[in-house]
């Protein structure tokens, strides 16, 4: 069993629709990171939680520590959100690194 | 970002010969990570270095040894490539709490 699980694993919305994307771990971590994926592109980090909630533009990330849960949500989403948003967590004391199995978002116009 | 660098980008080589990784970055950060992505499997931990000589196992670390003998460079090396080792494989670095990730290596084992 994967120690991060994410849900959907493939999202399609409607431009403007609200999205939201859930990332639940079973190990204790010290930080969760969301990333972003876009077709044939590289990877880049668009949070990084270890408690509470940040936003960015049209993005906000959550965390739960206690429930061990993060979301992130995408308001008023545009075709040029289609990508793969992927969770991972730190943990360990040498700073281990485990990823979700990533969501892929397609966002229509 | 970390001025992270991989090299090379895209290398095309036969079963069983020795390849190597080169994930190089410029901001001297601690922790230093070899993924590989492949269709429906995600990113998959390989090998990762918290330190310049301290390395560990990730979940698909067989076939695969890593150096680190400078906070700069992490090394990622298939001894003899097999055709499952084909795929594109991402260097990540972690500093003051940020992720960088490099542009990736896409390998192809004949």
């Known amino acids: 069993k994967n120690e991060v699980e994410q849900s959907p694993q493939n999202l399609t919305a409607q431009e403007g629709e609200f999205i939201t994307i859930n990332c639940s771990y079973s190990v204790g971590i010290s930080a969760l990171h969301w990333l972003q994926q876009h077709p044939g592109g590289g990877i880049v980090s668009l949070f990084m939680l270890s408690s509470g909630k940040k936003k960015h533009g049209r993005l906000i990330a959550t965390i739960n520590i206690q429930e061990k849960h993060s979301s992130l949500h995408i308001t008023a989403s545009h075709p040029r959100d289609s990508a793969v948003y992927i969770c991972a967590v730190v943990s360990g004391s040498a700073r281990q690194l485990t990823f979700g199995s990533g969501t892929q978002l397609t966002v229509l116009p | 970002d970390a001025g992270i660098t991989q090299s090379p980008r895209h290398k095309v080589t036969e079963t069983g010969t020795p390849v190597t990784l080169r994930c190089h970055q410029t901001?001297?950060?601690?922790?230093m990570y070899w993924y590989r992505q492949d269709p429906g499997h995600g990113l998959r931990l390989i090998h990762y270095s918290y330190g310049v000589k301290d390395t560990d196992k990730g979940e698909v670390s067989d076939g695969y040894s890593v150096s680190r003998s400078k906070t700069e460079d992490f090394l990622l090396t298939l001894e003899s490539a097999t055709s499952s080792q084909t795929s594109v494989y991402f260097c990540?670095?972690?500093?003051?709490?940020?992720?960088?990730f490099g542009e990736g290596s896409r390998l192809t084992v004949l």
């Open positions: 990540a670095v972690m500093g003051s709490g940020e992720l960088f």
């Open positions: 901001e001297n950060h601690r922790y």
